[in-house]
Each structure stands twice: as C-alpha cells, then as structure tokens.
C-alpha cells in the first residue's frame, strides 16, 4: 500500500525551529532518494532539500543553511529540521521521492508568523 504521512507542523514566530516527519511505505522509501517539497500559497510546489540512500543531501539556495534533512532507513521516515523559519518559509510541506511519484500525502501546514 502506497503511503505518505507527513507531520510535525504548526505555528511558530520567526526566528523558531520545527522538525518536520514523514513516514513512507517501503515501496516508496526503500532505495530512492528521498525529498521535501512544499507549496505556498499561489505558488507551484518545489523541492526544499533532498537525502539519497546513502546520506547525500542537496538544498534549495532558499533554506541552505537552515534545514537539515535527514533519514531513518530502518523506520522508512525522512526528517526535515528547520532552524531559524521566515516568514516565507510559510507552506505546505509534503515528502516524496525524488523525482516524485503521482502519489502525494495530505501535507503538513507550516505557518511561520509573528
């Protein structure tokens, strides 16, 4: 069974931290590079960071330095540390692989407000 479970969201000041989760079914996870995309409103989704197998991460100009995207192989679950959030870094963020499957999970809603 395909799934994606994101989690972790919420309200959160500028200047604050959220640890985003996502949890795949093994036909998903197992092998495939993993990525966080998100999607603001009145935009197109976009990929934020990605971890391959074996650790290999990538990010967006956008959020270098900030976020940390990391990986639990044997948990199928991919984690997104996001330090120091701005105000347009308010999305939904969702998980998937890289490139992405026609499967997406509901997303998990990041608000990063004051």
């Known amino acids: 069974q395909v799934q994606l479970v994101e989690s972790g969201g919420g309200l959160v000041q500028p200047g604050g931290s959220l640890r985003l989760s996502c949890v795949a079914s093994r036909s998903i996870f197992s092998a495939n590079v993993m990525g966080w995309y998100r999607q603001a409103p009145g935009k197109q989704r976009e990929l934020v960071a990605y971890i391959g197998s074996g650790g290999t991460t990538l990010y967006a100009d956008s959020v270098k330095g900030r976020f940390l995207i990391s990986r639990d192989n044997a948990k199928n679950t991919v984690y997104l540390q996001m330090n120091s959030l701005k105000s347009e870094d308010t999305a939904v963020y969702y998980c998937?692989?890289?490139?992405?499957?026609?499967?997406w999970g509901e997303g998990t809603l990041v608000t990063v407000s004051s």
């Open positions: 998937n692989k890289v490139p992405p499957g026609p499967y």
